[in-house]
C-alpha cells in the first residue's frame, strides 16, 4: 500500500521539533564546558542609619576602597536637593548635609553647612576631602565641590550636565559617566559618555 503524502503543516512542525531539540543539545554541551564555580554568598555590608535624628538618605555610591558612602540632610533639605526643577530651586539656600562612610561602622566624613547642588553625590578624596557633584545644573557654572575635614569649602569645577554615575581613586582620579540628557543634549562634556578629571576637576581623558 502506497504511504500518504506528507503535508506541508506537519513536514514543518517536524522540522520546528527537530530545530529546538537539537538547539537544546547545543546548550547543554556549552553549559557541560564551562567548568563549574563556586558560589558566592551574599553578605550584610553595614546598616544605613541616620548620622542625625530626622536625617534622610539623598544618595549612596561605593567609594574606592569598597566602603558605602552616603549622603544626608533633614527632610525639608532632601526635597530641596532632589528637585528636578533646578532653575526653580537655584534661590533657595542650601541645605546642610552630611557624608558617612560606611567601614561598616559609620564615619561622619564632613558636614557642610549649606549645599547648593542639585541631586548631588559624594566620593572620597585623597587628604581627608570630599567631593560632591550635582547631576544637574542649578542655573550655575560649577556643579562640583570639594570640601575638607572641616566641611570648608576648597575648590569648585564643573563636570558637566546630565551625570549618572561618580567614583574616584585612591590616588584622587574622578571618573564621571553621563544619562542620555548628558551624552546628546549640548554639553560639551557630556557628550563623551565616560571622562576622567583629576583631584583639582580638571578633564584629563575622554572617551571618543
Same mark, same amino acid.
Given at each position: 500500500?502506497?504511504?500518504? &503524502?506528507?503535508?506541508h503543516?506537519?513536514?514543518?512542525r517536524?522540522?520546528?521539533?527537530?530545530?529546538?531539540? /537539537?538547539h537544546?543539545?547545543?546548550?547543554?554541551?556549552?553549559?557541560?564546558?564551562?567548568?563549574r564555580?563556586p558560589?558566592?554568598?551574599?553578605?550584610? #555590608?553595614?546598616?544605613?542609619?541616620?548620622?542625625?535624628?530626622g536625617?534622610?538618605?539623598?544618595?549612596?555610591?561605593? =567609594?574606592?576602597? @569598597?566602603? !558605602?558612602?552616603?549622603?544626608?540632610?533633614?527632610?525639608?533639605?532632601?526635597?530641596?536637593?532632589?528637585? /528636578?526643577?533646578?532653575q526653580? $530651586?537655584?534661590?533657595? &539656600?542650601?541645605?546642610a548635609?552630611?557624608?558617612?562612610?560606611h567601614?561598616?561602622?559609620?564615619?561622619? /566624613?564632613?558636614?557642610?553647612?549649606? !549645599?547648593?547642588?542639585?541631586s548631588?553625590?559624594?566620593q572620597?578624596?585623597?587628604?581627608?576631602?570630599?567631593?560632591?557633584? @550635582?547631576? $544637574?545644573?542649578? @542655573?550655575q557654572? #560649577?556643579?562640583?565641590?570639594?570640601?575638607?575635614?572641616?566641611?570648608?569649602?576648597?575648590?569648585? =569645577?564643573?563636570?558637566?550636565? @546630565?551625570i549618572?554615575?561618580?567614583?574616584?581613586?585612591?590616588? =584622587?582620579?574622578?571618573?564621571?559617566?553621563?544619562?542620555?540628557?548628558?551624552?546628546?543634549?549640548?554639553?560639551? !562634556?557630556?557628550?563623551?559618555?565616560?571622562?576622567?578629571?583629576?583631584?583639582? !576637576?580638571? &578633564?584629563?581623558?575622554?572617551?571618543?
Open positions: 500500500m502506497a504511504q500518504p &503524502p506528507c503535508s503543516r506537519w513536514i514543518t517536524c522540522h520546528h521539533v527537530t530545530m529546538r531539540r /537539537s537544546a543539545r547545543r546548550q547543554r554541551a556549552r553549559r557541560e564546558q564551562v567548568p564555580r558560589a558566592i554568598g551574599l553578605r550584610q #555590608h553595614a546598616d544605613l542609619v541616620p548620622p542625625a535624628d536625617d534622610d538618605l539623598v544618595s549612596a555610591t561605593v =567609594g574606592p576602597q @569598597g566602603q !558605602l558612602v552616603s549622603l544626608w540632610t533633614d527632610g525639608q533639605g532632601r526635597e530641596v536637593l532632589s528637585s /528636578s526643577d533646578n526653580r $530651586r537655584s534661590d533657595l &539656600p542650601g541645605p548635609v552630611r557624608v558617612v562612610e567601614w561598616p561602622a559609620p564615619v561622619v /566624613s564632613v558636614t557642610v553647612a549649606g !549645599l547648593g547642588l542639585a548631588p553625590t559624594a572620597p578624596l585623597p587628604d581627608g576631602k570630599t567631593l560632591i557633584v @550635582g547631576a $544637574r545644573h542649578r @542655573g557654572d #560649577h556643579n562640583a565641590a570639594v570640601y575638607n575635614e572641616m566641611g570648608a569649602l576648597v575648590l569648585t =569645577g564643573r563636570l558637566g550636565d @546630565g549618572e554615575h561618580v567614583r574616584t581613586t585612591s590616588v =584622587g582620579d574622578i571618573w564621571v559617566a553621563y544619562f542620555d540628557e548628558g551624552v546628546y543634549g549640548d554639553d560639551p !562634556l557630556g557628550g563623551h559618555g565616560l571622562v576622567r578629571f583629576t583631584a583639582d !576637576l580638571e &578633564p584629563s581623558w575622554r572617551y571618543s
